[in-house]
C-alpha cells in the first residue's frame, strides 16, 4: 500500500527565517497531495494542496512543490511568524484517490 | 453555517462500557471518514464510507463499528471500551466520486476519549 514518509519530525527556525518540510510517497497512482496545520488542541486544517499535474503552488507566504518522477513534494513557508507554529501533516492519496494517507507530522517551532 | 461536528468533544467512562461517537456534517458531502489520532501523531484511518450504506474498514485494526443510514451522519460505536481505546477520535469528509482526483478533507473539531 502506500506509505508516506516525512522529514524533519521537528524543526526550530527563528522568526522571518524560512521552513522546508519534505515529503516522499510510494504510490506512482497517487494524483494529490495536501498539507494540513494542526495548531494544539484543534483540528486539522487545509493550508495548501497540489494536484499531479501541476509542478507548483503558492499561496502568499505557502508554497509547496512536486516532482512526480522522484515521488517527493515539500511545503515552503517564507518569512515565518509565531503563529505558523503548530503540526504539519503531508498527506498522498491511494485507492484510485479514495483514500489518504498521512505522514507522521512535523512539529515546527517558530522562535520569536 | 455549513461544517462538521463531534459529540461530544471529551468523554470519560469506564472500561466495558459501550459508547458511540457522534458525527455529523451540513456540506452535503458524500465521503466521510474516522481518524484515531494520539496526541500530536500522525491520523490512522479507521473507517470510511463511500455514501448511504456504504461501510469500509481502513488501515487501522479497529473494535469499532460504524454505520451510514443517512449522508450527513456517520456514528461510531465501540461495544466495549478498553483503555487501549484511550485517543482522539477525528471524524471527516469529502465530496467527489471514486477514481476521480481526491477532493479535500476536512475534519471535525475531535472527541477526546479516555478510558479508565
Known amino acids: 500500500g502506500e506509505n508516506v514518509e516525512q522529514h524533519p519530525s521537528t524543526l526550530s527556525v527563528q522568526e522571518g527565517d524560512s521552513a522546508v518540510i519534505k515529503c516522499t510517497y510510494s504510490?506512482?497512482?497517487?494524483?494529490?497531495f495536501p498539507w494540513y496545520k494542526q495548531e494544539l488542541g484543534k483540528r486539522p486544517q487545509l493550508i495548501i494542496d497540489?494536484?499531479?499535474?501541476?509542478g507548483e503552488k503558492k499561496d502568499q507566504r505557502i508554497a509547496v512543490t512536486l516532482n512526480k518522477t522522484a515521488k517527493h513534494f515539500s511545503l515552503h513557508i517564507t518569512e515565518t511568524q509565531p503563529e505558523d507554529s503548530a503540526v504539519y501533516f503531508c498527506?498522498?492519496?491511494?485507492?484510485?484517490?479514495?483514500?489518504?494517507?498521512f505522514g507522521a507530522g512535523t512539529i515546527l517551532r517558530v522562535k520569536s | 453555517e455549513a461544517d462538521i461536528y463531534q459529540t461530544p468533544r471529551y468523554l470519560v467512562i469506564g472500561t466495558g462500557k459501550k459508547i458511540t461517537l457522534e458525527c455529523s456534517q451540513t456540506m452535503g458531502h458524500d465521503k466521510m471518514y474516522w481518524y484515531q489520532q494520539d496526541p500530536g501523531m500522525e491520523l490512522h484511518l479507521i473507517h470510511y464510507?463511500?455514501?448511504?450504506?456504504?461501510?469500509e474498514k481502513g488501515d487501522l485494526s479497529s473494535e469499532s463499528t460504524v454505520s451510514r443510514i443517512r449522508t450527513e451522519h456517520f456514528p461510531l460505536t465501540l461495544e466495549s471500551a478498553r483503555p487501549s481505546h484511550t485517543s482522539q477520535y477525528l471524524c471527516?469528509?469529502?465530496?467527489?466520486?471514486?477514481?476521480?482526483?481526491?477532493?479535500?478533507?476536512?475534519f471535525g473539531p475531535g472527541t477526546r476519549l479516555l478510558v479508565l
Open positions: 504510490d506512482s497512482a497517487s494524483n494529490y
Open positions: 497540489i494536484r499531479s499535474n501541476v
Open positions: 471527516a469528509s469529502s465530496e467527489g466520486l471514486a477514481g476521480v482526483f481526491q477532493e479535500t478533507q476536512y
Open positions: 498527506a498522498a492519496t491511494w485507492e484510485y484517490g479514495n483514500k489518504l494517507v
Open positions: 464510507s463511500y455514501g448511504v450504506n456504504s461501510t
